[in-house]
């Protein structure tokens, strides 16, 4: 928009005869408009002239050397944005609730906070693409201007209709990104690293040091009991003493 206003202000004084210039002059007398400060006014030749063209510029139109007779819009069929987000990743979709008979121009602003309740400044992404079973899908759009828009994010969208560089009055419809689907999230959790083991043992095991016996184990004698060995020791030496000697 920028370069079609630059290009036809030059071309104003530099393209135009003398006569042609008066008649836009005549015609932008016709079309009202309003102040910054709220007052009403009319257009000169050369706003006229210059925002005319510059609308047709957007949409790669050729420009009018001759001021366009007024016309007369319909109501914009464009509906609410809705955002989805899926396992192919976020998508953009504006419901249309009507014939689209003119061209739609579509603009939109870089993702914001979501708790912002009002626009500010727009850029043109391109037209309205041709709607299906009601709804067209303006992802590439976006995408191309601002990347994905990050979760959590707030979206304003703006749509205004044209004819013959004739504009009529925008239509604002905003949404709040999603998170990532849970299907999609749980991916993203399974492909994480597992955590290490921890080890629940005591420090002698961590650092490889052998344990004492426990009380209750067959490697200890318990308290006033003699050890295995030394029991069957005794044993065998109280045989010996009930065998008779020989020849007794």
Request: with cysteine; glycine share 10%.
């Amino acid at each position: 928009m920028r370069s079609g206003v630059t290009y036809y202000s030059q071309a104003w004084r530099a393209k135009l005869t003398e006569e042609q210039r008066q008649r836009w002059n005549v015609a932008g007398a016709k079309v009202p408009t309003q102040t910054r400060c709220g007052q009403a006014g009319v257009q000169t030749g050369e706003q006229h002239y210059v925002g005319i063209n510059a609308a047709r510029w957007c949409i790669n139109l050729p420009g009018f050397t001759e001021p366009p007779e007024p016309v007369s819009l319909p109501l914009n069929p464009v509906g609410a944005l809705s955002i989805i987000a899926s396992e192919q990743g976020v998508r953009l979709l504006l419901t249309v609730i009507g014939p689209v008979t003119e061209d739609i121009m579509v603009f939109g602003q870089a993702p914001c906070s979501a708790g912002r309740s009002k626009r500010r400044n727009v850029s043109y992404l391109g037209l309205l693409p041709a709607p299906v079973d009601g709804v067209s899908d303006i992802t590439a759009l976006y995408v191309a201007r601002y990347g994905v828009p990050p979760p959590g994010t707030k979206i304003f969208i703006v749509t205004r209709q044209q004819k013959n560089g004739w504009e009529g009055q925008d239509k604002e419809t905003s949404e709040i990104v999603p998170g990532t689907p849970p299907v999609q999230q749980a991916s993203a959790e399974a492909a994480l690293p597992l955590n290490p083991y921890m080890h629940k043992g005591c420090t002698r095991g961590a650092e490889g040091i052998a344990e004492i016996p426990a009380p209750c184990s067959q490697e200890a004698a318990e308290p006033g009991k003699p050890p295995a060995d030394a029991s069957k020791t005794a044993g065998a030496s109280e045989e010996l003493k009930r065998i008779p000697p020989a020849g007794g």
